[in-house]
């Protein structure tokens, strides 16, 4: 199910994925802020208006919105609604955590003697070593 907002598809739900529909409200609403789709200080969607709009328990969004507010995503205006945080902090934040998986898949990987060579060429050739 989508949700648009200014004519561009917002949120799609996918009942076929194994993660609950919170979380991929999260994820879908965190890749809109870090590619610029929501900019800084724009408002989003109320709680009640996207449930109807996903037909979705707005408990669901409720706990979304919650947890993007945790990651420091989006943040909220008492009487006002929720709005997107500064979009170019997130970005360097998600980078680095993204690093920081990598250097811990790296670390695994060495411990089971994949060479740093053998990662170099799989990651630039997309290609699985045996």
């Given at each position: 199910m989508v949700v648009q907002q200014k004519g561009m598809c917002m949120i799609l739900i996918d009942y076929r994925d194994t993660r609950p529909i919170y979380e991929q409200v999260v994820e879908r609403f965190k890749m809109l802020i870090l590619h610029g789709v929501l900019t800084s200080d724009e408002k989003i969607p109320?709680?009640?208006?996207?449930?109807?709009?996903?037909?979705?328990?707005?408990?669901?969004?409720?706990?979304?919105?919650?947890?993007?507010?945790?990651?420091?995503?989006?943040?909220?205006?008492?009487?006002?609604?929720?709005?997107?945080?500064?979009s170019g902090q997130l970005l360097l934040k998600y980078k680095e955590e993204i690093f920081a998986e990598i250097l811990k898949i790296c670390k695994a990987a060495f411990d089971i003697g994949i060479t740093e060579e053998e990662l170099i060429q799989t990651i630039r050739g997309g290609k699985i070593y045996d």
């Open positions: 109320s709680v009640r208006n996207l449930a109807v709009e996903l037909s979705i328990n707005p408990n669901t969004i409720q706990r979304a919105y919650a947890e993007l507010e945790r990651q420091g995503y989006i943040y909220t205006v008492k009487g006002k609604g929720n709005f997107v945080s500064d």
